[in-house]
Every structure is written in C-alpha cells, then in structure tokens.
C-alpha cells in the first residue's frame, strides 16, 4: 500500500496528518479534509526551529509556497468552510474559525481531495501527479493510468 512507501508526497501527508506529535496538520471533522496551520507548519515541519516536533526535514524544502505548489499539483483543492460546508474558495473565511482556533500568527488553509481520508491509506494510491499532459487527460474526461 502507498502508505507503506513515505517517498510520495501524499504518503508523507497522510503520515504527518495522522501523527499525534504534529500540531500544524489535522483533519477536518468529518475526516476527509485537511487543515494546515500556515505558522505552524513552517516552524515544525519546515523550519526545525523552536519547539522542534522531531518531524522537521520531512520535505525538501523550506518554502511553504513549494508545499501549497505540491498539493495542488496531486490534486488537492483548496477550500473555504461556510455556512453550508466546504466551498471552493480561497482561505478559510470567518465562518471556518469556529472549527479552527484563532490564529494570531498566521493563514489557516483548508484543503480537499477526494482520495485523502482519515481511515483510508488504500486510496493514496490514486492519487496522481498532475503533470501537463495528465491535466489535458483529466479535462478531457480520460482516465489517467496509475504509476
């Protein structure tokens, strides 16, 4: 299972998200949702400053900007939480705050795909890299073989 292989990126998001000692990632409610303290997550796992969780290094790199670029290219979609649920949007508005905790040093992002969920490692397997002609596929309607 890709659980089993942390070399993935997603693999290693299910791992950090499902680990009691990492604070700047958790899951939504509901368990099919991923809330990622911006501040946080740069200090713990980016960083490897202060309060060190032991997790730094995990990535290559120390730029969230890179983080939110990978997440996006497996196919995660950012969300904002409003009275009716999940919408897509930019950021978590004020109506997300409520299942969030204020945050005085940073964004709170809330980010979706439909193969990320709390109980289930067997689905990180489909999710795919979207490279160029994998986007092309998808838009057309095609399905994108598995790597």
């Not at 499902?18 to 509901?30: E, F, I, L, M, T």
């Not at 997550?41 to 983080?67: C, M, Q, W």
């Not at 489909?126 to 399905?143: F, P, Q, V, Y």
Request: glycine residues 10%.
């Amino acid at each position: 299972p890709a659980a089993s292989r942390p070399c993935t990126f997603p693999a290693k998001l299910w791992l950090l998200v499902n680990n009691p000692r990492v604070r700047s990632v958790r899951w939504d409610a509901r368990g099919e949702g991923l809330l990622i303290d911006q501040a946080l997550f740069e200090r713990e796992l980016l960083g490897g400053g202060p309060g060190d969780s032991g997790e730094a290094e995990v990535f290559k790199t120390k730029n969230f900007g890179s983080i939110i670029r990978q997440l996006n290219l497996y196919g995660f979609h950012k969300l904002t939480m409003g009275p009716a649920g999940p919408a897509l949007g930019h950021r978590l508005g004020p109506a997300a705050t409520r299942d969030t905790p204020d945050s005085p040093d940073g964004p709170r992002h809330y980010f979706w795909n439909p193969y990320f969920r709390h109980n289930r490692p067997d689905l990180l397997v489909r999710i795919k890299r979207l490279t160029k002609a994998n986007k092309e596929k998808l838009d057309a309607g095609l399905k994108v073989p598995s790597r």
